[in-house]
């Protein structure tokens, strides 16, 4: 069984936009790159989207594949396959990790996010996302006060049993 990303850390990015991917991340992002053998470095794949996307989202090598295949089972021309493909095609970028165990973040990605001098990575099981620290915490207070709605003695993993959607 594949590694999943695990937790949350906040790194400090540098004038030039290298930014220190946490160490955690970085076995999964190997263990997810089929090209990947000790002594190399990682490649992953950012996807950046559009205006609405707050948030960078990382993938591994073997992860974007899968989604990749996924969108190239579609209906070749609707709408919803060129949605995504211009999501994860155009609005994406692949990197690499160097030696130090950081990856740059251009100019552009740092606008975008409106990321200055820190940067929040978040796992999210399959995928890792990067967020300017108090947008990241305002998204987090949303979740908190989603829960907090729920009763007292509301348990997340009932959530588990709910019916999900069919792939």
């Given at each position: 069984?594949?590694?999943?990303?695990?937790?949350?850390?906040?790194?400090?990015?540098?004038?030039?936009?290298?930014?220190?991917?946490?160490?955690?991340f970085r076995r999964v992002l190997e263990e997810g790159d089929p090209d990947w053998t000790t002594g190399l470095?990682?490649?992953?794949?950012?996807?950046?989207?559009?205006?609405?996307?707050?948030?960078?989202?990382?993938?591994?090598?073997?992860?974007?594949?899968?989604?990749?295949?996924?969108?190239?089972?579609?209906?070749?021309?609707?709408?919803?396959?060129?949605?995504?493909?211009?999501?994860?095609?155009?609005?994406?970028?692949?990197?690499?990790?160097?030696?130090?165990?950081?990856?740059?973040?251009?100019?552009?990605?740092?606008?975008?996010?409106?990321?200055?001098?820190?940067?929040?990575?978040?796992?999210?099981?399959?995928?890792?996302?990067?967020?300017?620290?108090?947008?990241?915490?305002?998204?987090?207070?949303?979740?908190?006060?989603?829960?907090?709605?729920?009763?007292?003695?509301?348990?997340?993993?009932?959530?588990?049993?709910?019916?999900?959607?069919?792939?």
């Amino acid at each position: 069984m594949a590694r999943r990303f695990r937790g949350e850390s906040e790194n400090k990015v540098d004038a030039k936009g290298r930014v220190s991917v946490p160490a955690a991340f970085r076995r999964v992002l190997e263990e997810g790159d089929p090209d990947w053998t000790t002594g190399l470095n990682p490649n992953l794949v950012l996807v950046y989207g559009g205006k609405s996307r707050n948030f960078i989202e990382g993938y591994t090598m073997t992860e974007m594949e899968n989604v990749d295949d996924r969108i190239a089972g579609m209906k070749r021309g609707s709408r919803d396959r060129r949605l995504l493909e211009h999501m994860f095609s155009s609005q994406s970028v692949q990197v690499q990790v160097d030696e130090t165990g950081r990856l740059v973040l251009t100019q552009k990605l740092r606008d975008k996010l409106g990321i200055t001098k820190q940067a929040m990575f978040v796992a999210t099981v399959d995928t890792f996302q990067i967020w300017e620290p108090s947008a990241y915490e305002a998204h987090a207070e949303r979740f908190e006060s989603w829960v907090e709605d729920e009763d007292e003695d509301f348990d997340p993993l009932i959530l588990l049993d709910s019916p999900q959607p069919v792939e």
